[in-house]
């Protein structure tokens, strides 16, 4: 009865598992400045505009950033470093399993 029952569970989580992961997707890219280097530790912020739910992300030494496993949704992407301006791309619609990518190029 027990192994029946370890089985089952391990089996309904396979299946949530899933089932969670097939209804997402993931944006990322890389963060440079106007000459083209990376721009390492810029802040990088997701949005979900229907449900107001963010994320914020630094970019690593390379200049990239990810979020992954992110709802279907429409999202705004606002990329932010010191001595720069604001970088802002809105309206990015993200279906299930889209792995999107954003290059982002800043301005002094």
Do not use: C
């Not at 949530?16 to 400045?33: E, F, L, N, Q």
């Amino acid at each position: 009865m027990r192994i029946r029952s370890v089985l089952f569970l391990g089996l309904f989580l396979a299946f949530a598992v899933t089932a969670w992961a097939s209804v997402s997707g993931s944006i990322s890219g890389i963060v440079r400045d106007s000459s083209g280097a990376v721009a390492p530790n810029t802040t990088v912020t997701i949005t979900n505009v229907n449900t107001g739910v963010s994320q914020k992300v630094a970019t690593n030494n390379l200049g990239v950033y990810s979020f992954l496993a992110l709802p279907v949704g429409t999202y705004k992407l606002v990329a932010e470093a010191q001595g720069f301006e604001a970088y802002q791309r809105t309206n990015i619609i993200l279906n299930t399993n889209d792995h999107l990518r954003f290059d982002v190029v800043l301005k002094v």
